[in-house]
């Protein structure tokens, strides 16, 4: 065979596969593709069979017009040229209708709003003139939903309410964790009680109660940003952090109470007011205390805090702060105080604030709650002097809005905006028996009173709107957590819990016996194999033996150890039948020679036994000297 012959074949093939990989050959540069001319190539082969295709279904429907005389001809044919003209008018038109790959749009959709992606497909039967009626309603209630979501009362959702009984005394401290699952609640009776939606029935009772710290009323509860720990703050000075399941995580330490400038202590040497997790840092949490201070903590230090934080009055001397919370994203703090002031410091400049309000409120008066929007400008602040202020963070000067004769008896009264950001909701406070505390939500924009819930008949302190469950949750003065919301608008939370039944308690069964298997046992003595566990119970109860029939009461003096309905137990038996006996004991001789003469006379027991070996008793005969001697006198007798 000639090898140039071969080496001509093989240079062939390999040229052949050069051609069908994509490269000349190996070793060499690779082929290079233009993508832009293999997408627009498949473009235009996309619109060629779209268009193949409806002249296609345009001749069968001539076709079909032809055979049936009967039927007028519609507009549909004229709809199909219009859709054909289109397409034509696209293929000649730019570049920018390249995505109109496929059958095109029909014309009737031009008809209808524009909105209505559901009319792409194939056009609709001749001589459909569409419902006009539908399109109205349809707009209608478009114009309706338009109306809902403009009017934010709309969105509260408030139509189905839970209790959960949280104990008899004010509850004055709310946590949700920030997937809504777990609720967790505090109170003046010491107690944390935890709630998780998921697990609860219908019976609404929590899983878990403890008093974290001992004797000292529970003033603040919150999860942090990730749900997995737990701040408690209570009245003493010392602040908590529990895990998820109650267990304790840290513990603040107490600061040196002999010490003047608190910046120098560890530590808060008096009562705790509040406190509450940084938005953004999992490890970092403030607290404010009676001492005077305002300080930072981290999670996995608890020897010292972070940062200390000295509200002052503007005579430079030292305030209380009553609450303290983070803006939103956690580069200020602003701090309520007891001389009505609001101060607001830089996050890393502890020393001067850097927005001041000095009569935020009336001085004397304890602010109870401080809460940022959601968008960060506004501070909304709810006064122990019955009013609930707005603030604008860019001029802190004078308040923004102000709505006055809200009752405010509690230092921990809350307020909170929507989800939405469109209104702010606060609790009011009654006496006793004095009407009913009550849910005031007021628009933000107007601070108008726009809706109100009545809770109950004591005062609503801690409320709590949670962004995703969309669920109101409130503390009231009567020991009472009360969930709102609503079956449409609210997800999960109280949901989970209200469809499930009441689990029935399984009574302990005593009756059946266990069953003892003998295979050796003779078949007289063999036991019969149980293959249903109730009806062996329901024959057991019919057997009075097995089901232990309690006895019917005794009726009379008692047999058989029992004793009558008089005397339940011994010693009310005794009491009966003894202890009250009316017969006089007290002279033992006088009884027992009382029964003499009828044992003499009726001898029964003791003398028949000696009577055949009993000797004949023989007693001394008393003489004169006798008589004589029992008849001296007293003085003369002889001492023996």
């Known amino acids: 065979m000639d090898p140039k012959k071969v080496d001509e074949d093989d240079t062939s093939g390999s040229g052949d596969i050069g051609s069908v990989m994509g490269f000349s050959g190996f070793g060499k540069k690779a082929r290079t593709f233009d993508f832009n001319a293999i997408f627009e190539q498949t473009r235009r082969t996309a619109i060629e069979r779209s268009q193949r295709a409806l002249e296609e279904r345009q001749k069968e429907m001539e076709e079909e017009g032809e055979s049936s005389r009967s039927v007028k001809p519609s507009g549909h044919s004229q709809r199909v040229k219009s859709a054909a003209a289109s397409s034509s008018s696209s293929d000649s038109g730019s570049d920018s209708d390249s995505e109109l790959i496929g059958p095109p749009v029909p014309s009737q959709g031009a008809d209808q709003d524009d909105d209505d992606d559901e009319l792409v497909g194939p056009p609709l039967p001749p001589g459909y003139t569409g419902n006009t009626a539908d399109s109205d309603d349809d707009d209608d209630e478009g114009d309706a939903q338009d109306d809902d979501d403009d009017n934010p009362v709309k969105k509260i959702p408030d139509s189905h309410e839970i209790t959960l009984q949280h104990g008899t005394k004010t509850v004055s401290a709310l946590g949700l964790d920030p997937s809504g699952a777990r609720l967790v609640t505090g109170g003046y009776d010491y107690d944390v009680r935890f709630w998780d939606f998921a697990g609860m029935d219908q019976a609404l009772q929590a899983f878990r109660t403890l008093q974290p710290c001992e004797c000292h009323q529970i003033k603040s509860l919150q999860y942090s940003v990730t749900g997995d720990v737990i701040l408690v703050v209570s009245g003493n000075s010392q602040a908590k952090v529990l895990d998820r399941d109650g267990f304790n995580v840290m513990e603040c330490i107490k600061g040196d109470q002999y010490i003047v400038d608190m910046a120098n202590t560890k530590g808060h040497t008096a009562m705790l007011n509040s406190g ?338 009993q000797p004949e008793p023989v007693f001394a005969e008393e003489s004169d000297e006798d008589e004589e001697a029992e008849k001296e006198p007293e003085w003369k007798k002889r001492k023996i």
């Open 276 to 613: 509450c997790w940084h938005p953004k840092i999992k490890e970092e949490f403030m607290t404010c205390s009676n001492d005077g201070t305002v300080r930072t903590w981290d999670v996995n230090s608890e020897k010292k805090h972070k940062s200390v934080f000295k509200p002052r009055s503007s005579q430079g001397k030292k305030v209380t702060p009553t609450c303290c919370t983070y803006s939103r994203d956690g580069k200020l703090i602003a701090a309520g105080c007891q001389d009505g002031t609001i101060q607001i410091w830089d996050r890393n400049l502890s020393v001067h604030t850097k927005f001041h309000c000095r009569q935020a409120h009336t001085p004397g008066s304890d602010t109870s709650c401080l809460a940022f929007s959601y968008d960060g400008t506004t501070l909304a602040s709810r006064g122990g002097d019955d009013t609930l202020k707005m603030w604008d963070i860019r001029n802190f000067r004078k308040p923004v809005n102000v709505a006055t004769g809200l009752v405010n008896y509690f230092s921990m009264t809350d307020c909170c905006f929507s989800p939405d950001d469109k209104l702010l909701v606060t609790g009011t406070s009654v006496k006793r028996d004095e009407g009913n505390g009550k849910l005031v939500f007021f628009d933000r924009v107007s601070f108008q009173k726009v809706y109100e819930i009545e809770v109950t008949n004591a005062s609503a302190v801690r409320c709590l709107w949670h962004p995703k469950l969309n669920q109101i949750m409130v503390g009231t003065g009567n020991g009472l957590a009360k969930v709102y919301y609503d079956p449409v608008k609210s997800h999960r939370g109280a949901k989970l819990c209200v469809v499930k039944s009441k689990h029935k308690e399984k009574q302990a069964e005593t009756l059946t016996q266990d069953y003892i298997i003998t295979p050796h046992a003779l078949p007289m003595f063999r036991e019969a194999r149980q293959r249903s566990t109730r009806k062996q119970l329901e024959k057991d109860r019919l057997d009075p033996k097995k089901s232990h029939k309690p006895e019917p009461p005794v009726s009379g003096p008692g047999r058989g150890g029992r004793v009558a309905a008089h005397g339940g137990t011994l010693s009310s038996f005794i009491v009966k039948n003894i202890a009250l006996d009316k017969t006089d004991d007290s002279n033992p001789r006088e009884a027992i020679l009382r029964h003499a003469k009828e044992a003499s006379e009726n001898p029964y027991w003791v003398a028949p036994a000696y009577k055949q070996t």
